[in-house]
């Protein structure tokens, strides 16, 4: 069937949808008698040919898509527009050298060893901020973007009592903290410049521990918090662990609703079958 013989006057993408999905139904509804060209002419005239380009006009795959990549309302798609990126970058680059800056204050001044780990971490995270490439896209649920928030500023609500465990399980506590750190060290490294805190599209990392799970660098945390927990036991301490390795598993989650809309990361995710612990989940 040609444009011709549709007799309609669009853009021939436009004209072979149109005619194709009608020319299946136009000798079942038009009128009996008639030529083949009568009958494909009465059907076109009853029928609205969709304007090109138009929303209706979109197929119902792909407005769901749509709805899917793009922030449903004004408020989260200011805050995460390309051009507030930078400063956004500059606010978490300056917060985290703050953090480091605490974190030597206490090593030096304070004498807590275990500082020194929350000083390297911050130092890196402040670096990697700054070099870290643009997203692409950006989750479009707001509660995406609480769920990492949440997870980032749940550890500052830590309680370190005086009262310490006793020698075993504080040299168990101290060793994980110290595992987890080099762990959080590692990962963030293997991210590089896909390195980030509110659900994007940065890139597919597949080198480092990135071989191994899915999401190192939230399994690193959730190690290393387990040793806080260890050494300095308190049941407000161990409600907050719960807390936070909930919240790395649902943001895991909602990362991957995004992510997975590329190719590379869903061959990815065929490859590496496990979020946090190789051969568990």
Known sequence: MTMHACNVTVSRRSAAMFCSETAIRVFRDAPAGRSSTARIALHVSRSRVPEEGSAR???????????????????VRRLV?????????????????????????????????????????????????????????????????????????????????????????????????????????????????????????????????????RHPLYAAYIVMDLGLVLAWPHPWNAALWGIGTALFVWRAAEEERLLSEMADYRAYRRAVPWRLLPGLY
Not at 57 to 75: K, V
Not at 143 to 151: E, K, P
Request: net charge positive.
């Open 57 to 75: 006009s979109l197929s119902r795959r792909a407005r769901l898509r749509h709805s899917r990549t793009e922030p449903r309302d004004a408020g």
């Open 81 to 213: 527009s390309p051009a507030a990126e930078p400063v956004w970058n500059g606010v978490w680059a300056a917060a985290t050298l703050a953090l480091a800056a605490w974190a030597g204050h206490r090593a030096v001044t304070g004498g807590e060893a275990m500082a020194v780990p929350a000083l390297v971490l911050h130092l890196e995270a402040a670096l990697l901020f700054l070099v870290r490439a643009p997203a692409r896209r950006f989750a479009p649920r707001r509660r995406a973007h609480g769920v990492a928030l949440a997870s980032a500023a749940y550890p500052f609500l830590y309680l370190f009592p005086a009262q310490i465990a006793p020698g075993l399980a504080q040299s168990i506590g101290h060793g994980l903290m110290v595992f987890g750190a080099v762990l959080v060290f590692l990962a963030a490294a293997s991210l590089g410049r896909c390195f980030g805190v509110l659900p994007a599209v940065r890139g597919v990392r597949l080198g480092g521990l990135y071989r191994l799970v």
